[in-house]
């Protein structure tokens, strides 16, 4: 994942172009208390064969962002013009007719979710939902749907894939269910994949295997997957790059080594040190301080500013940080970190 | 939009029922119902001094039966009046007209419009009740008055016209909105005792309790409301005055609706009791009757108020429906439902358009009750916030 | 046993089923034949996935869920009783000195009541002060003790974030002065900033006010760190438990070696290869015979599908295990 800026440069030099581009993304909501700014300024990119984790914490914009890509945000969502999200040369965000969100829901993009139960309708046998979303996207027969669809659960390790084919939803448990619906979403053979908290609610044990299927689906389809979760463990497993979101915005991002090995911004930091690690059982427990501000309260400046301990009277909360590099791949928002450009 | 630390502290320390009701006021659809609710409510309870005539047969007019609605004017070609005036109708009959009634307006009489005059006695907390059989017959005298808001010097004013007997239909349909609210009331009032009873105790103990109480509820809920109206409606004697009936009519209502509020409470019940504060205060020790008292309670009078208000519309259209084919209330007694039964004729679609008046009023008077219901329910639910 | 504060003797809970009014009755085995001591002043923790039985059996130890079988002795300065037998006059007794934390921050605060009233209801249900002042007092003291600001006494709880919530929480266990906590999940719904900031202030507290912690909790990571002592549970059996730093430099038990290598490490590094357990976890209703774990175990052989391993102690120290071939693996 490279910045916005260094686009143009990677670009001409790389034989693959990026999958996904996000620029200048602005999302707001439109509430009873106000407008609430939820994503500002974001710009990301991935390529094939590429994870991405998103990582934050409640009110980071993490799950809106990749809504947006699939145009899932509810109906008082504003997207400021200005914003784009390319997906394969076309602006996801001008599209307005459900035909042209058809292209890319469930076509080129899939989306699996935190709770399973969401995904599958409850009356309806998951082998039915799964051919009716083949058909809807691809030219082929009932019959050949269905031999795609038993395929696909073979391959994320479900026994008896037949007979799972025939069964609800609430029959299966509830790690056989996140995998049917990483089946269900990969059938369709997407290029990107969204997946948003998808082993958050399962046992370790089940959530160790969810993410062994990811990685090896990402091997063998060469998909761009963007991770999304608060758990930095997974992260760290599962992850090429890493971007972190505070209120919205991305902190900081870059290789996952480079970034937990040697974290920049203050957020990232603190993050690092309030989590508790197993292999390190002396290491304190560093909380950050204060409270993560309502978003209809947005500080000025700097988002994080309130809560910094590198915070400087004048500067964080006046100047808004940009995301300039502090190396190679690795870039950091922050004023007080001295970076190529300063 | 900055706010003011002094109304975030007013928001942090509000209480819950300070939110809703500050919710509900900012939703404009509901104010307005409510403010039209409120309007007709108090019109309602003033029918008597808001009326010029009295709406039973004694306040009949028989020189003008079946007449058109009579609105005053301040002005015509005789010159402009400050107090407001009615032409004079006389009766005309001949051979013009087919020998049917028609009414001519006498554009030279003027009879103007008295303020605040005496009039037809009206009475409040009266109640004279003839139980059948036993001597309980009790009598209250009440008060009674005989002022009313307008009238007129000479000859009689009907500002929604008149039925067949004479009758003055503006006070007829105000006189019908408070006996419709009142029975709604009632009913209401019934079905609600009921439904706190059965329902609070399913919805409290659970288990098998609860098990009984809802295949009793299911019972009831199951027979088919119209005939079982009719039967009992029917059952009812002749002999029995119109306040009785009235009684008994409220009565009905509330055992038929009952059901419905009564499952309304049993979930309210249930969900609530499974919360965690409420095993918090378990594991303090706490008896049944705190946490009935300090927990349940003030959670469910939110929602039972709501359910309170949504259900009205139902008990008012219930009983328009009964009066309507006329096993409810009758003659002498208005309701809504009895003046629409008059509507009914062929004969009055083509000539006296003005007796669907009352139609507008129970329209109305439904619809505000429902946007009134939907903004408290609005305002009251929690999904709301999260 | 002198300096235990909880004795869990060989507890049982089962909770009966029926699907509906025709079907036939089932059990679930929620808990079965637990022993664990909880010594006074530790800190020990339950973990396990779910349908392990921890939040039942924590809240059996609470009193607040029945005992179908054996004994839960609170052994109380002047005498020990058991909680599975328990009179009425006992039970008002143990209710001051034993308290929950519950996990949803959200769910467990009621919203009609301030802040002060809901820390203070304790104090007023079991009529432990005699005059609103004094109920002023403590709830004051507790409140600061929490890190509350005192001026948010009056406010309700819609003004607050998860982990001021999870304060309050924490605030109105501890105004009793109990002697013994259960914190049941408590960190689970909070922000990982937030968490630390709970968990400090859980070990604060410890020692200020001398007390006791069970802590239930599915994230081992957590656990490692704030722990004196783990127990790992499985279909609800104790299938491990060991001093923390023993237990997870050194875990014994099949089950507990492939939970620990599934947490995801946060070096990028250290790629650690789960041990995958085949199969999904059993119900409750229909425990696999001899050894739960049996069906998923990879050392699996016949005699572990016909006898029960017992929590054994190894080597005379203070790390039990129940395993059949502890001593082949």
């Known amino acids: ?342 | 939009m900055e706010i003011s630390s002094k109304q975030k502290e007013a928001y942090f320390t509000a209480t819950q029922m300070q939110l809703v009701t500050t919710r509900f006021f900012a939703n404009r659809a509901a104010m307005i119902a409510g403010s039209i609710l409120l309007f007709m409510i108090v019109i309602s309870l003033f029918s008597g001094f808001l009326s010029p005539y009295d709406p039973t047969i004694a306040g009949r007019d028989k020189e003008y039966e079946n007449g058109s609605p009579q609105i005053p004017i301040f002005w015509d070609h005789n010159g402009f009046s400050f107090r407001p005036f009615l032409h004079s109708k006389t009766k005309y009959r001949g051979a013009d007209t087919n020998f049917r009634w028609v009414y001519k307006v006498d554009t030279e009489n003027r009879r103007y419009i008295t303020f605040f005059p005496k009039g037809w006695e009206y009475k409040y907390f009266a109640y004279n009740i003839n139980l059948p059989g036993k001597n309980l017959d009790f009598r209250i005298p009440g008060l009674t008055f005989d002022r009313h808001l307008f009238g007129i010097d000479s000859g009689g004013i009907h500002l929604f016209g008149t039925d067949k007997a004479g009758k003055d239909l503006f006070s007829r349909t105000l006189n019908a909105i408070y006996i419709s609210l009142a029975v709604g009331t009632l009913g209401v009032f019934i079905s609600f005792v009921l439904s706190l009873i059965i329902g609070g105790i399913a919805g409290y103990y659970g288990g098998w309790i609860d098990g009984l109480c809802q295949m009793f509820t299911d019972a009831v809920r199951t027979i088919p409301p119209i005939p079982l109206f009719m039967c009992l409606a029917a059952f009812a004697p002749d002999t029995w005055s119109s306040e009785l009936r009235f009684f008994f009519i409220a009565t009905l209502l509330g055992f038929i609706g009952w059901p419905t509020l009564a499952r309304r409470v049993r979930t309210h019940l249930l969900t609530e009791r499974s919360q965690e504060y409420i095993l918090a205060a378990k594991l303090c020790g706490a008896s049944s009757t705190h946490i009935i008292i300090r927990h349940l309670l003030p959670s469910f009078t939110s929602y039972i108020i709501v359910d309170l208000v949504i259900s009205f519309p139902y008990m008012l259209l219930s009983e328009t429906a009964l009066s309507f084919i006329g096993l409810g209330l009758r003659e002498p007694v208005n309701s809504l439902g009895v003046l629409l039964q008059s509507a009914t004729k062929a004969d009055v679609l083509l000539n006296y358009q003005w007796y669907f008046l009352p139609v507008l009023f129970l329209i109305i008077l439904i619809l505000s009750f429902v946007f009134v219901g939907d903004g408290l329910r609005d305002a009251a639910d929690p999904h709301r916030n999260k | ?329």
């Open chain 3, 1 to 329: 046993m002198n300096n235990n504060l909880i004795t869990v003797k060989n507890v049982s809970v089962e909770f009966n089923y029926q699907e509906n009014v025709f079907s036939k009755k089932q059990k679930i085995q929620a808990v079965k034949n637990v022993n664990l001591n909880i010594k006074k002043g530790s800190f020990v923790g339950l973990v396990g996935e779910s349908g392990s039985g921890k939040t039942t059996l924590g809240r059996a130890i609470l009193a607040a869920n029945h005992i179908s079988s054996g004994q839960v002795i609170f052994h109380d300065e002047k005498n020990d009783y058991d909680l599975a037998n328990i009179s009425k006059k006992d039970l008002k007794d143990y209710r001051k000195k034993a308290q929950l934390i519950f996990q949803d921050p959200y769910a467990a605060l009621s919203p009609r009541m301030t802040v002060r009233d809901i820390i203070a209801e304790p104090l007023e249900v079991m009529k432990l002060t005699s005059s609103r002042e004094e109920t002023d007092e403590r709830v004051r003291s507790i409140a600061s003790k929490c890190r509350l600001n005192l001026e948010h006494l009056r406010r309700y709880p819609h003004a607050f974030s998860g982990g001021q919530r999870q304060r309050i929480s924490i605030a109105r266990a501890l105004v009793s002065s109990p002697q013994f906590i259960v914190a049941d999940e408590s960190v689970a719904a909070l922000d990982v900033s937030i968490q630390a900031d709970i968990l400090n202030l859980l070990k604060a507290l410890q020692t200020d006010l001398n007390l006791t912690y069970l802590f239930i909790s599915h994230d081992l990571s957590v656990v490692a760190h704030t722990c004196d002592e783990v127990a790992v549970m499985y279909l609800g059996r104790i299938v491990e438990q060991a001093p923390t730093r023993e237990l997870f430099s050194n875990p014994k038990h099949p089950y507990t070696k492939a939970l620990l290598s599934s947490i995801p490490s946060i070096d990028p590094d250290k790629q650690n290869k789960a041990i995958e357990l085949k199969g999904e976890i059993p119900s409750s209703m229909n425990p696999p015979s001899g050894c739960v774990f049996h069906t998923r175990c990879q050392y699996v052989n016949e005699n572990c599908k016909k006898t029960v391993p017992q929590l054994e102690k190894l080597n005379g120290s203070d790390h039990q295990a129940s395993c059949l071939r502890i001593n082949e693996i």
């Open chain 1, 1 to 342: 994942m490279v910045s916005a800026m260094r686009l143009t440069l990677i670009e001409t030099n790389s034989y693959m172009t990026n999958l996904l581009e996000i620029k200048n993304l602005n999302v707001e909501f439109d509430t009873d208390e106000g407008r609430i700014l939820a994503v500002n300024n974001l710009f990301l990119s991935l390529k094939e064969g590429e994870v991405l984790g998103i990582v934050g914490e409640s009110g980071s914009g993490k799950s809106v962002t990749a809504k947006s890509i699939m145009q899932l945000n509810p109906g008082n969502t504003h997207y400021k013009s200005g914003g784009e999200i390319i997906i394969d040369d076309e602006n996801v965000l001008k599209f307005d007719s459900t035909k042209d969100l058809k292209k890319i829901r469930g076509g080129k993009v899939s989306m699996i979710f935190q709770e399973p139960m969401a995904s599958f309708a409850p009356a309806i046998k998951i082998g039915h939902q799964m051919v009716e979303q083949l058909l809807l996207h691809k030219s082929i027969d009932k019959k050949e749907a269905k031999n795609i669809s038993i395929d696909m659960l073979n391959r994320v390790g479900i026994s008896d894939a037949e007979k799972r084919f025939n069964q609800y939803a609430f029959e299966l448990s509830g790690g056989m269910r996140q995998r049917a619906m990483i089946a269900m979403a990969l059938s369709t053979m997407p290029k990107l994949l969204l997946a948003d908290e998808p082993t958050t609610a399962l046992d370790v044990t089940i959530q160790a295997q969810v993410l062994d299927l990811i990685k090896s689906i990402v091997k063998e389809y060469q998909m761009g997957v963007i991770f999304i979760t608060h758990d930095l463990g997974v992260i760290a497993q599962t992850a090429d790059y890493v971007a972190v979101m505070y209120l919205g915005c991305v902190v900081e991002s870059g290789p996952v080594r480079e970034i937990i090995k040697n974290p920049k911004h203050p957020y990232t930091i603190g993050l690092l040190e309030a989590l508790p690690d197993v292999n390190n059982l002396d290491a304190p427990l560093k909380p950050v301080p204060g409270n993560i501000p309502s978003p209809l309260e947005r500080p000025s400046g700097c988002v994080f500013h309130t809560r910094c301990n590198l915070y400087e009277e004048g500067k964080c909360n006046i100047e808004f940080p940009e995301l300039k590099n502090y190396s190679d791949d690795h870039q950091v928002a922050c004023l007080k970190v001295s970076t190529y450009e300063q």
